[in-house]
């Protein structure tokens, strides 16, 4: 079989599932803390993918007051989950004999390690997606999300090319 064919076979599972569980991710972060989900805009909302709660504060509103803690944690709950499950798939890969099954956790460890981490790290520079409304919450400075994204985006990528090349 070809390569190429064999590794979209792989990558695009991946990048679905790692979409999916990043986005109700959120939710399920809503749903702890008694917020209500209204609706999820998938791949149509200015490009991308949207969960509308109620009662969401405006995080791109630059007026000083204060949010409550919850939201810093419904904002960064599909990051923390697909990270998560990046270092516990990259863990399986390394316990797993070689064959097919290591290949397809190889490249589900790859997404999900690097997809999210790409995600804040250009979010924390350009001032969009999750990270802005972690950041407003938790009275965090755009300098010090960059930077603490940079080093969890090198981590991240450390980590990829170390353990799969």
Known sequence: MNRYLLTLIFVLPALL???LIHEYAHVAAAKIFDVKVIR????TYKN???VFFESEPDFLDNSSE???KKWAWISIAGYLATNVIGYLSALVFLLLKDGWVK???CYFSIIFLAIDSLYFF???IFNFGDIVGFRKTLSISRPLSIMGASIIFALNLTLISRLFY
């Not at 999820?40 to 791949?43: K, R, V, Y």
């Open 122 to 124: 250009l979010g924390s």
């Open 17 to 19: 599932a790692q979409h």
């Open 48 to 50: 991308g993918t949207k």
């Open 103 to 105: 290949g397809a956790v």
């Open 40 to 43: 999820i805009q998938w791949m």
């Open 66 to 68: 204060s949010i409550s």
